[in-house]
């Protein structure tokens, strides 16, 4: 890792912050906020390795934001500081699941998070694999469901009605994501594609307001990520705001409304796609490959 | 056709046979150390262990080429009637249920008193308390070796409540024991959720040890403070059950069969409920929390609570047959020794983890197996037996004698992917996550 300035750093933080909106819409407070995420000054480390190095990002509701970046530089270290996976050293995170009331996220545990409306999949995916895809969908749909041991073991109407919403609103998903056909097949028995796309479902059924993708078109095939990018758009649509992490350019630059670029755990570019791909810091973070920017393939 | 992995499997049958025939030989001398081992390699007998050896084998390949053509029958009969599903349908499964609860009625009918004494304390209660770890062990993924320690709290609270005599400590006031149920299970289950909630954050192998130490602790307890519990001389006296309503009258005895029958009871209640449990949003949180905790968490299942919830419930059953084992009137510290523990796991891991029927088939068998030794071998040398028979079916069989469905797929994954079921629930420790 080549060292880096301390003020270089901290400019390029200034400038990410600056460009996402009015500087006092992310106070925790009672004001309203047109923000669903704010994350302040985070750092990282594992014993001598930074991680994650003073990242500041805010996004809007409703946003598609996608966190790009080299590999390691420290993407899924981020959404682990948001999802409770990761205690970062410093900074905080804010998440509003209406627009009147800020959740600090850091030290709450990743249930908990989920709890509050923060869902997410993982780069490399993990599923319950020897249940079935409604299963694995069902497990989500019903963790804000309230009946116990007991009213499940008497088998009390409140406890099956509420286990049939389960099961009805985790097929819904299913055919959200294509997956209807699939349903009681084993999620180890799927393609990596419907692996995939069957933990968005999974992640969609604990009723998120914000869904953390990580690498979700990692090891698809092109007709899949025509499919993700359509499918990417309708949960925003729904009202869930999208938070990316993906490598594939062509999918970022068409379904992102902002971008973030990471380079060793520092944001080093922020703003429209069209902004981001001009940034003379991100093609040298990319340097060797930048033809991959802006001809859409996939940058690794 | 003698494949090389056939070939192999013939030599771990023999080298088990002979490992039999050796731990079950005359036993040796520090005068003579191989004495006792060239006897029982030189003689006879050791026909019988290279026959059993062989026969193993043999029922290994049978079992094998079976298999397939049983997979065909199966479908068959399934494509011939695809409405009812015939086997392996609701209907088969319900009918093979009334079968098994028709035979557990019959069984104690045709065997001798001291057999069905054997079936409710060695089997009946042994089944009641695989059927409580299984909830621990099998739905939730935790090792827990100290299982026995709650079976012991509700025997002592019973003692405590329901008799003035039978421990030097008791209460100001004597109750029947049918009411210390609630209260042994209750108490049982605090127990369980004041040892599991700084316990259940460890994982795996260290939830193993802690446990296993709390067994150990509680076994000392009762064994050594002698003003209190009695110590070793045990507790003896607790009344027996009894049951006093206007209209019923009823007392257990010293006859086995209705306590035979009452166990049952409970047993097929136990099994039911359980049942519920597991297909319901609680049995799905455990098996994700088996099957990968990092996503369970991240999906917003609360892993550490419904891990107390699996411990609890567990421990609680676990107290519920303390208070049956109290009632039938004698038991010593000795009833709760790491071995019981030990025995305890041991059913549920052959029976079939997750599965109801195999906990109660495994006690059916493993203690079956313990009665049936007996009068045959010297009382040291059961648990070999016991040992060779597991060491088998791990070998063989590692789901288990009737694994349950989900069990079975984690076991087959596992082989074949990166699956981590195998391991009771232990996660990477080091976690990276992505
Ligand atoms: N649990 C951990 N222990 C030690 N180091 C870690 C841990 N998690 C992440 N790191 C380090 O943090 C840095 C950033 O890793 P991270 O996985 O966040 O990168 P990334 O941007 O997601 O990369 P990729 O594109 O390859 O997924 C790496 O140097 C990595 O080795
Ligand atoms: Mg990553």
Sequence with gaps: MPPRGRASRKGHRMSAVAAAGPADAGVPGGTPSDLVLEARDLTLRFGGVTSLDGVSLRQRRGEILAVIGPNGAGKTSLFNCFTGAYRPQQGSVTFWRTSRRPARIVGRSPHAITHLGIARTFQNIRLFPALSALENVQIGTEVRQRYGSLSAVLGLPGARRQERAGVSRAFELLDLVGLSRRAHDLASSLSHGEQRRLEIARALGTGPRLLLLDEPAAGTNPAEKRALEALIRRIAGGGVSVLLIEHDMRLVMSVATTVVVLNFGRVIAHGTPAQVQRDPAVVEAYLGVETGVDAGGEVR | ?434
Excluded at chain 2, 262 to 275: E, R, S
Excluded at chain 2, 345 to 365: D, E, K, P, Q
Aim: aromatic share 10%.
């Design chain 2, 1 to 434: 056709m003698l494949t090389p992995a056939r070939l192999r499997q013939l030599w771990v049958c023999l080298a088990l046979g002979v490992l039999a025939a050796v731990v079950t030989g005359p036993g040796g001398d520090s005068a003579h150390p191989f004495r006792a081992l060239r006897r029982s390699v030189v003689d006879p007998r050791i026909g019988i262990f290279i026959g059993l050896a062989v026969g193993l084998w043999v029922l290994l390949i049978a079992v094998a080429r079976l298999r397939p053509l049983l997979a065909e029958v199966t479908a068959a009969a399934r494509a011939r009637r695809p409405v009812a599903a015939a086997l392996g349908g609701p209907h088969a499964t319900t009918g093979l249920n009334a079968v098994l609860l028709a035979a557990a009625i019959v069984a104690p009918l045709l065997v001798s008193t001291a057999a069905q004494q054997s079936m409710v304390n060695d089997i009946g209660i042994y089944a009641l308390l695989a059927l409580g770890l299984n909830v621990v062990v099998g739905y939730a993924g935790l090792l827990d070796l100290g299982y026995i320690a709650f079976f012991a709290i509700g025997a002592y609270v019973t003692a405590y409540f329901s008799s003035s005599s039978a421990m030097p400590w008791h209460a100001p006031f004597v109750i029947n024991p049918f009411f210390v149920f609630p209260i042994a299970l209750l108490i049982a289950a605090l127990a369980g959720v004041i040892l599991g909630a700084p316990t259940l954050r460890l994982r795996g192998d260290y939830l193993a040890i802690v446990t296993l130490g709390f067994g150990e602790i509680i076994q000392l307890l009762a064994n050594n403070s002698d003003e209190v519990t009695n110590g070793s001389r045990g507790v003896f006296g607790v009344p027996h059950l009894s049951v006093d309503l206007p209209g019923i009258h009823y007392r257990w005895g010293i006859d086995p069969l209705p306590y035979y029958y009452l166990l049952l009871g409970i047993v097929v209640v136990v099994m039911i409920a359980f049942g519920r449990l597991e297909r319901s949003r609680i049995g799905r949180a455990w098996a994700a929390i088996r099957e990968d905790e990092i996503a369970a968490e991240a999906t917003g299942v609360p892993t550490l609570r419904m891990k107390l919830l699996a411990f609890a419930i567990g421990a609680s059953v676990s107290g519920f047959a303390g208070v049956l084992l109290a009632t039938k009137q004698f038991f010593n510290p000795q009833s709760f020794s790491l071995q019981s523990s030990f025995l305890v796991v041991a059913i549920v891991i052959f029976g079939g983890m997750g599965s109801r029927l195999g906990a109660v088939t495994g006690a059916v068998v493993l203690q079956g197996l313990a009665f049936y030794l007996r009068d045959k071998v010297p009382p040291t040398d059961r648990y070999i037996y016991f040992g060779a028979v597991i060491v088998v079916m791990m070998i063989f069989r590692p789901q288990g004698l009737v694994p349950s469905r989900r069990r079975r797929r984690e076991i087959e994954l596992a082989g074949t992917t990166a699956g981590a079921s195998d391991q009771l629930g232990a996660a990477p420790i080091g976690r990276t996550i992505t």
